[in-house]
């Protein structure tokens, strides 16, 4: 009898002596003596220990270890604040694509034109999308378009004349907003939430002042709401000569319905791969453009993809002929490999279809949020746009943390939403359930959270020692940390 299930060995357990599974083209190397290809004291003094399996178990390996990590494609991810949507296979086709996928970027200009000319559509595209002037593909996550847009706010403010100290957040914001705005240098302001959960003018007013280099706000902000009252903010800010930066990490909520230029907004950075449906999960690949309003144009980073038309004839080139600009903030030209696949989204939707998706979005959040409310807390119970949070306060009188009833979910095939996030929401879970996901899959979900509302009385410890099926049992996060904290004080090389 096996002692253990096949899909459980590891690729090495299941290794045997002259398997093989690849064959390799005849190219002459073989012949050639090894120290003639590699530098002597560059090769082992053994050959490295590789599995030796046949093709069928590499597939099944790796195949079985897809199965174990929860995936959109596998199931529902409704984690509050990543928008975890359906990413379309078209987008991967078209990132395929040779001309695409083998180019190199030391190549000429010359030689890559339909890859500078995909560039420079797609930050017009996103231009258009938010009402700015031009935009930047180079930074490559949210937190780095973050950093980008407050060194361009940095930059901006020495050329007027004057280095300001502060950036004003709220209590709400995202913990890479006050980690980004000091590594620009800046130091930061926070600003409590109003009793509704939005921003009020009038406690704005309070802290805001000359040295004010600029507030960051997220729109819709982390509790899936609308600022209301953003043109008034936007004036405070700009009546003392700050500048207005979104964070997009909500902009899913507002595609084809509002642009932030419109509303005042002088930064603001994409999440490509939320918002325009790149496969994010497990900490990458990511993109975060900015755009800027005309003012600030200069300052974006090198290199800039630029146009010339002569006659009929346009071509595209890389300038790096900029000198107000802050410089390069990543190697060549940011993840080209995501612009690729959100330029496929934006063009396979098209501006009514984009403004679907965020009908959709809003449509779902406040489907789930509706079927929810009488089993759990709801602290800001007003109409939400693409996500909301709820609070498990009341299963906490009860004895079961949010921890617990996150890690129940996993038992049903569903991925947790964020939990304890925003950090003024006690015992959080912030649902985003994004515009791809069937109603019947909405409604499982809610029966999902009913059941285990019901099993915080019923069975309470399976809520606490859950999760029962995944390939991981929970872990003793108390005995870890604590473990951690001995191992950090008696070993000097951890």
Known sequence: ?????????????????????????????????????????????????????????????????????????????????????????????????????????????????????????????????????????QPVAGAHGELCGMLITRKYHEKQGKQRKYVILPDS???????????????????????????????????????????????????????????????????????????????????????????????????????????????GPGSGPVGVVEKLESFLPVPVVTKRTDGNRHSFHLSYDRPDSIGKLHAFYGNFGVVVRACTYILMNGGEGLREVSEAAVINANYLKEKLRGKFDLPYPQHCMHEFVLSGNRQKKRGIRTTDMAKRMLDFGVHAPTCYFPLIVPEALMIEPTETETRETLDRFVEIMIQIDREVDEMPQTLKDAPHNTPVRRLDERKAATDLDVAWRTDDKL
Do not use: W
Not at 109 to 125: I, N, R
């Open 1 to 137: 009898m096996p002692t253990m299930p096949d899909n459980e060995l590891n690729i090495f357990e299941k290794s045997r002596h002259g398997r093989r599974g690849l064959s390799l083209p005849k190219n002459g190397i073989d012949a050639k003596p090894l120290e003639t290809l590699i530098e002597k004291r560059f090769l082992r003094n053994k050959p490295p220990e590789l599995p030796e399996v046949p093709e069928s178990e590499v597939v099944r390996h790796f195949v079985g270890l897809s199965m174990k990590n929860h995936h959109i494609d596998k199931g529902f991810y409704p984690l509050g604040s990543c928008t975890m949507k359906y990413n379309p296979k078209i987008n991967e086709r078209t990132c395929r694509l040779p001309g695409f996928s083998c180019a190199h970027p030391f190549q000429n200009d010359s030689t890559v034109q339909g890859a500078l000319e995909l560039m420079f559509s797609t930050a017009e595209y996103l231009s258009e999308i938010a009402g700015m002037h031009a935009v930047t593909l």
């Open 173 to 283: 914001a995202h913990g890479t907003n006050p980690a980004s705005v000091v590594c620009a240098g800046f130091q930061v302001k926070q600003v409590k939430s109003s009793a509704d959960g939005t921003l009020s003018p009038d406690d704005l007013r309070a802290v805001i002042d000359e040295d004010t280099a600029a507030v960051m706000l997220t729109n819709p902000n982390t509790l899936g709401l609308f600022e209301t009252e953003i043109e008034e903010i936007a004036k405070i800010v700009h009546d003392v000569g700050a500048l207005l930066y979104m964070d997009g990490a909500n902009l899913n909520a507002q595609l084809g319905i509002v642009r932030p230029g419109d509303l005042g907004f002088d930064i603001v950075h994409f999440n490509l791969h939320k918002t325009f449906s790149t496969p994010h999960g497990g900490g």
